[in-house]
């Protein structure tokens, strides 16, 4: 699994953060979600490739899930982490908490969080080029955040290195599909990698 990508990434051309999407960089690659663990195994493996001396990059891979849940228990409210008291209410008050978590998941507060780690990667030194973020974790962090409303919050961010969306769904006509059914909501400006493939 993700063989197929690999050449698109390993492209010198494509690995310049310039090319491509200039004002917006940011690409979604799809795949089947019932391939999710084959998936996370792929990953550090593409990871490696292209940290071989013949491609020379070093990519960043983020499960905005995992992020998320970091996020929640370095905010604190009284002295405690945030995340403990959302686990104490998730039973008394599920509604309350499922607002909650998707305000702290869509606010600029964790996006900057997050974007200045992407960025902090690419403008780090090293012998390998930084041209790469890897973003995964949907499924995990739905119905809390949207592949569509991420990259909107991101825009702003998006300077100096190139996202690429790991998407477990389905693409076409434009339209994005979390599991094959879930609309993620109008994410026109990121190019899907894999009519690349097909072309």
Not at 82 to 97: M, W
Not at 166 to 187: I, K, M
Request: net charge negative.
């Amino acid at each position: 699994m993700l063989d197929d990508l690999f050449p698109i990434l390993a492209d010198p051309d494509f690995q310049k953060p310039g090319s491509g999407l200039m004002s917006f960089p940011a690409y979604v690659y799809v795949y089947p979600p019932d391939e999710e663990y084959a998936f996370r195994e792929a990953l550090p493996q593409l990871q490696e490739r292209l940290r071989r001396p013949n491609v020379g990059q070093n990519s960043l891979a983020v499960n905005i899930y995992d992020a998320l849940v970091e996020h929640l228990e370095e905010k604190t409210l009284g002295g405690r982490p945030l995340l403990d008291r959302i686990l104490e209410q998730e039973e008394q008050d599920p509604e309350k908490v499922d607002r909650q978590v998707k305000r702290h998941a869509r606010s600029e507060e964790f996006v900057e969080q997050v974007a200045s780690r992407f960025s902090a990667f690419a403008q780090e030194e090293g012998g390998l080029d930084r041209s790469y973020v890897f973003v995964h974790g949907w499924g995990e962090v739905h119905p809390y955040l949207r592949a569509s409303q991420f990259l909107d919050l991101m825009e702003p961010h998006l300077r100096g290195y190139k996202v690429v969306l790991f998407y477990p769904g389905t693409y076409d006509n434009g339209e994005f599909r979390l599991f094959g059914e879930l609309s993620s909501g109008n994410v026109y400006r990121a190019s899907c990698l894999n009519e690349r493939l097909e072309a």
